[in-house]
């Protein structure tokens, strides 16, 4: 049931567009400026609004081979002072996919603020200062000693996420929101992490699988984090949002057998080895195995991230075997050099090494 305000404000709306178009005029359309534009999420977020009719800049440093767009305007520059291009430029919004390092954040959030009414800012989950307990919004963040470094290792890159949250939230105040995803899949992602899984099965022979089919995992297919992140702008939602699939709506036994329907003549073979087994056999980083991690100790809760805010504000992932289709058809279209050099997941010699060793031992795995 339509109210009689909303009634007049739509015949208001209405009778502004007739009389625009009786004198010519057509509405113009909302601009956006994405810093960065050429990578992972970049792309997607750039048809996506396209899409809905916003018209976009790109700004970067021209060095990427996808850095002209179709229809997007390229401004060139660099993060690290060299922001000449956007000087006396007004955008409605401004998307930061490319913010890691705190002070250059800082010096184009303070530069932008004054002519672009709205912010959006992709951080982490990596913000959190523990993975012991399941995180939302609301958790501890990690702290940066220094805010002046430009050091990104494992343990700085989370708290430089979250200086560089501080100073852009401070720039735009109320106009701006924080996107923390977890680990972004699907079609363009060159990290090799989720893809590793497709990739492995399609090979055949004997897979190790870490942990068990029902441990957690979190990830979100990145057109559909570009879909959401677009209503959040269209929207101007101000706050805070976790985004990743919700706690238990993916599981590793999912993935992996998502991944095996996908090249069902590969005759993969999955052979699930227990965690404590893992930890037992291999050093602490090469427990990092991305999407799964382990269920215990500091990564415990790593899995289990809240997104309550983000579904309400209409946040949706597409069934994993999708994302699993998809991202493999797009790895198989790469040149075949590329495809012969996965850059994450078990080295053959690992795998082949520690299933031996699994057998020997004559235990079980519970899956």
């Not at 057998?257 to 602490?284: C, I, M, N, Y």
């Amino acid at each position: 049931m339509v109210s009689r305000r909303e009634l007049l404000k739509l015949g208001a709306l209405a009778s502004a567009g007739s009389a625009m178009r009786a004198l010519g005029a057509e509405p113009q359309p909302n601009t956006l400026l994405i810093l960065g534009g050429t990578g992972f999420i970049g792309p997607h977020l750039t048809r996506e609004a396209q899409r809905r009719g916003w018209r976009v800049t790109h700004f970067n440093r021209g060095k990427s081979a996808a850095e002209r767009v179709d229809g997007v305007e390229s401004l060139v520059g660099d993060r690290k002072g060299q922001l000449d291009a956007l000087r006396g430029r007004k955008w409605d919004v401004v998307i930061d996919d490319t913010g890691y390092i705190p002070k250059y954040v800082k010096m184009s959030a303070q530069l932008l603020a004054p002519n672009v009414a709205y912010c959006l800012f992709v951080s982490s989950i990596s913000v959190y200062a523990s993975f012991a307990k399941p995180n939302d919004e609301q958790s501890p963040t990690g702290t940066l000693e220094n805010p002046e470094t430009e050091a990104v290792t494992d343990t700085s890159y989370g708290p430089m996420k979250a200086l560089c949250e501080e100073y852009s939230r401070t720039a735009f105040h109320q106009r701006i929101a924080i996107v923390r995803p977890g680990y972004i899949v699907g079609p363009l992602d060159r990290s090799d992490r989720f893809t590793y899984w497709p990739v492995r099965a399609s090979r055949g022979g004997e897979m190790l699988a870490p942990g068990t089919s029902h441990d957690p995992i979190q990830v979100i297919d990145v057109r559909d984090l570009a879909r959401w992140m677009m209503l959040l702008v269209e929207a101007r939602r101000n706050g805070c949002f976790n985004a990743v699939s919700p706690p238990g709506a993916f599981t590793m036994g999912m993935l992996i057998s998502a991944s095996e329907r996908q090249s069902p003549h590969a005759g993969t073979r999955v052979t699930w080895v227990p965690e404590d087994f893992l930890a037992a056999h291999w050093k602490p980083e090469e427990l990092d195995l991305p999407p799964w991690s382990p269920t215990k100790g500091d990564s415990a809760g790593a899995s289990l991230t809240s997104v309550k805010p983000a579904l309400e504000s209409g946040l949706r992932c597409r069934p994993l075997q999708e994302t699993v289709c998809d991202t493999l058809l797009w790895f198989q279209s790469l040149p075949p050099e590329r495809q012969s050099k996965l850059r994450a997941g078990l080295d053959p010699a690992k795998e082949a090494q520690t299933l031996r060793e699994w057998h020997a031992s004559g235990e079980r795995a519970k899956t």
